[in-house]
T-cell receptor, first 115, second 120 residues
Framework: AQTVTQSQPEMSVQEAETVTLSCTYD???????LFWYKQPPSRQMILVIR??????QNATENRFSVNFQKAAKSFSLKISDSQLGDTAMYFC????????????FGTGTRLTVIP | GAVVSQHPSWVICKSGTSVKIECRSL??????MFWYRQFPKQSLMLMAT?????????EQGVEKDKFLINHASLTLSTLTVTSAHPEDSSFYIC????????????????FGQGTRLTVV
């Protein structure tokens, strides 16, 4: 069974600063996908970034980047130049290549960007 | 990006009644849709996988007779909460993937905006 762990229930960061959200996972699958989703107060789930496990290069999307450590099963999200609009719940998620391809979510980290 | 529309956004119903929630993929077809439940300040928990033209696959602990899922077309899945009780009050979210991209490595799941159910 897959498990996703986010050990930081809440984080805060000053506007324009950088923050890193942690995520670890456990799986026996050899190939899989990892995601970070953002859930703002509207509750709409928004894909922030994704990483294919077979790719060694860390994914980046503008101000968002990941540090993917496959051996350690770690997948952290770095947000640079934090903006007030980044305030939201952030969920780390796992999807295996086998099975129904559903997402397994971590418990989330509530990020607050302070003006 | 692709759009998934979920309706209604919120609903209040009396205990003992049934409520139907719709999940539509507006500009793509989805062989598979997923239904999640989210309690306040908690994560999304998968309830069931909805398969077009066949029975849904329920996660352990989810009562299939309580949460009826129908996926009659490639663009619509419905979740019916039958004989609702206050403990069923929650936020329900659906997601879907574009069937054209299944198996291609394009793994983005598109989410509906969610439905807040309150049973009184």
């Amino acid at each position: 069974a897959q498990t996703v762990t986010q050990s930081q229930p809440e984080m805060s960061v000053q506007e324009a600063e950088t923050v890193t959200l942690s995520c670890t996972y456990d799986t026996s699958e050899s190939n899989y996908y990892l995601f970070w989703y953002k859930q703002p107060p509207s509750r709409q789930m928004i894909l922030v970034i994704r990483q294919e496990a077979y790719k060694q290069q860390n994914a980046t999307e503008n101000r968002f980047s990941v540090n993917f450590q496959k051996a350690a099963k770690s997948f952290s999200l770095k947000i640079s130049d934090s903006q007030l609009g980044d305030t939201a719940m952030y969920f780390c998620a796992f999807m295996g290549e086998t099975g129904a391809n559903n997402l397994f979510f971590g418990t989330g980290t509530r990020l607050t960007v302070i003006p | 990006g692709a759009v998934v529309s979920q309706h209604p956004s919120w609903v209040i119903c009396k205990s003992g009644t049934s409520v139907k929630i719709e999940c539509r993929s507006l500009d793509f077809q989805a062989t598979t849709m997923f239904w999640y439940r989210q309690f306040p300040k908690q994560s999304l928990m998968l309830m069931a996988t909805s398969n077009e033209g066949s029975k849904a696959t329920y996660e352990q602990g989810v009562e299939k007779d309580k949460f009826l899922i129908n996926h009659a077309s490639l663009t619509l899945s419905t979740l019916t909460v039958t004989s609702a009780h206050p403990e069923d009050s929650s936020f329900y979210i659906c997601s879907a993937r574009d069937r054209r991209k299944e198996g291609s490595g394009n793994t983005e799941a598109f989410f509906g905006q969610g439905t807040r159910l309150t049973v009184v």
